[in-house]
């Protein structure tokens, strides 16, 4: 009897101690972590160009941000020069408006992908030197909310194998770029 409770005993360990959360796991909210360093970001861009008439596909540009983003008189963006961290991306949803969902990464050449995707995503951890902007080599985006609210979450891949992750969650500054 003692051998079977004992028996239960490790057994229950293991498997208890195998379930466990992975202790090196980060959970990021309003956050982008690329090559070790975790940033915050506190303000969102979105950008409505309508249906690009020479892809057929709807765009909207997304950019998040640790700092304020304004709006010019002919709606292009201003960002602030105090600002440090910089996420962008040029979504393409094939409808002729936008959909949310998952956007996958398509370097523009060759046929484009039937679903959403996006052709450009790029980071920048000094947007006063344009040498700091990285351009992803692949990756996902993925987009839910309405109207101006929206989460983003990014899951992008660099030259070198290098990632970058996070989401930014919370009301987004609209510009209307349709012509």
Known sequence: MKNLVLL?????????SSCGKDDDEVVL???ILFEGAISEVTTGLVEDYGVDDQLGYY????????????LSSENDPLFSTS???L?????????????????EYSSGTGNLPTN?????????????????????T?????????ANSYTITFN????????????????????????
Do not use: C, H
């Open 8 to 16: 239960l005993a490790i057994v229950s360990l293991v498997i208890f």
């Open 83 to 85: 600002t440090e961290v």
């Open 116 to 136: 959403s995707f996006f052709l450009s995503a790029k980071f920048a951890d000094d947007v006063t030197d344009a040498n700091s902007i990285e351009e992803a």
């Open 87 to 103: 996420v962008y991306a040029a979504l393409f949803s094939n409808s002729n408006q936008f959909t949310n969902g998952t956007f």
């Open 59 to 70: 765009r909207k540009d997304f950019t998040v941000t640790d700092n304020t983003i304004s």
């Open 156 to 179: 992008l891949t660099f030259d070198n194998n290098r990632t970058l992750t996070g989401n930014f969650t919370g009301d987004f500054l609209f510009s209307d770029k349709k012509e």
């Open 138 to 146: 692949g990756g996902t985006i993925d987009i839910a909310g309405s």
């Open 29 to 31: 909210v309003n956050q």
